[in-house]
């Protein structure tokens, strides 16, 4: 497909943000179940939700656009998953681990956030107001994934210092 004008941009980044989200949904059970702390398995299993929605919210805008969703393949998207499934074969500490899921989670995320946040600021460019709307939801819903994995990982630091503290007295 040629790049001739924005909304052609547009649409191409809104195929390869879709096969992201196809490749999130089969990665994240996997990130889920290597999951060592309720709380992060629980993260990752409300995002899995989301992301859902996501797709959904997609085949919305394709469909609106009136053109097919397929076409792309997130190279990017494989890499950062292949890198997570890699972490979780490791043999590691459980609570490394965790950590490490983080890690490959927010990397995830940001690259979602990248996406999400230029196709949003071409819709409003173009002037397609629902597509505002809808990707602006999704982009909220990113950002706070991100967040809460922020606090995830402050979390864990938060609880070894409590133990080291114990430990120390
Ligand atoms: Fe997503």
Do not use: W
């Not at 990130?31 to 309720?38: E, T």
């Not at 609880?159 to 503290?165: E, L, S, V």
């Amino acid at each position: 497909m040629a790049l001739d004008t924005l909304h052609d941009l547009f649409v191409h980044e809104l195929r390869d943000l879709y096969d992201a989200e196809q490749q999130i949904i089969t990665g994240l059970p996997l990130m889920a179940q290597a999951a060592h702390s309720d709380s992060l398995r629980k993260l990752f299993e409300h995002h899995i939700e989301e992301t859902r929605d996501q797709i959904d919210r997609l085949y919305e805008l394709f469909e609106a656009l009136g053109v097919p969703f397929t076409g792309r393949s997130c190279k990017a998207m494989q890499g950062l998953l292949a890198e997570a499934r890699e972490t979780i074969q490791e043999e590691a500490d459980p609570e490394v681990l965790d950590a490490a899921l983080i890690v490959a989670a927010q990397k995830i995320e940001h690259y979602e956030i990248a996406g999400y946040g230029s196709v949003r600021t071409f819709a409003r460019e173009l002037g397609y107001k629902d597509a505002v709307r809808l990707l602006e939801k999704t982009l909220k819903e990113e950002s706070a994934a991100d967040e809460k994995l922020t606090r995830a990982a402050e979390g864990r630091v938060n609880a070894k210092a409590a133990t080291a503290d114990q430990a120390s007295v």
